[in-house]
């Protein structure tokens, strides 16, 4: 079956240092990749994805990923962490076709020290 | 515009009680989704809507759970006899044609069975 991986549970960084939140999904096809972040008591907003094209994406909120497809990895980066960053993320993937409901990871809990 | 509202909010019940839960999605928008959020399970799809047909119920967990769209537009997820692993975050979302790759959640509605 189909499944996401996202390393990492929880995630601290300091504000100011490098965001880097870890995605893995297992399948021969390539899905179409998503990352959603979600703040507390809310439902879940698209930072990015990527269907096609250029496989380095670049979203909101100075966030991007860069599908590596022999790594079958779709990692999330940030240069330099706000406080506002503080949330869980989600890591997803879809194949398209008549459905295209979303499998998740299981998030990861990005906390930003000042 | 507006964007995916899901009500009510909050819901407390009784464990054995029957749940109606309400989603309106963007103007629109063809593709629905039901999703739930929960401590154990993470995030899951539960059916999609492609107009007023559902194509795709596989993650309905139990006959107890069910779901209607009318008009195309709003649909209502429906718990009987609600049990305390029912307790999630039921989470819509919508997209703007079968096939697209965007969907866009509403709040949710936390559902609590005591």
């Known amino acids: 079956a189909q499944s996401v991986t996202q390393l990492g549970s929880h995630v601290s960084v300091s504000e100011g240092a490098l965001v880097l939140l870890r995605c893995n999904y297992s399948?021969?096809?390539?899905?179409?990749l998503f990352w959603y972040v979600q703040y507390p008591n809310q439902g879940l907003q698209l930072l990015l994805k990527?269907?096609?094209?250029?496989?380095l994406v670049k979203g909101i909120n100075g966030f991007e990923a860069e599908f590596k497809k022999s790594e079958t990895s779709f990692h999330l980066t940030k240069p330099s962490a706000h406080m506002s960053d503080a949330a869980e993320y989600f890591c997803?993937?879809?194949?398209?076709?008549?459905?295209?409901?979303?499998?998740f990871g299981t998030g990861t809990l990005l906390a930003v020290q000042p | 515009g507006a964007g995916v509202s899901q009500s009510p909010s909050n819901k407390v019940t009784e464990k054995g009680k029957d749940v109606e839960l309400r989603c309106d999605p963007i103007?629109?928008?063809?593709?629905l989704y039901w999703y739930r959020q929960s401590l154990g399970q993470g995030l899951e799809f539960l059916i999609y809507?492609?107009?007023?047909?559902?194509?795709?119920k596989s993650g309905l967990p139990s006959d107890r759970f069910s779901a209607e769209r009318t008009g195309g537009s709003v649909s209502t997820l429906t718990i009987q006899r609600t049990q305390q692993e029912d307790s999630a975050v039921y989470l819509c979302?919508?997209?703007?044609?079968?096939?697209?790759?965007?969907?866009?959640f509403g709040p949710g509605t936390r559902l609590t069975v005591t």
């Open positions: 399948s021969s096809v390539p899905p179409y």
């Open positions: 990527y269907t096609t094209g250029a496989t």
């Open positions: 103007s629109g928008h063809t593709a």
């Open positions: 997803a993937v879809s194949y398209g076709g008549a459905t295209n409901k979303l499998i």
């Open positions: 979302a919508s997209s703007f044609r079968q096939g697209a790759h965007e969907q866009y």
């Open positions: 809507f492609q107009g007023n047909s559902a194509p795709d």
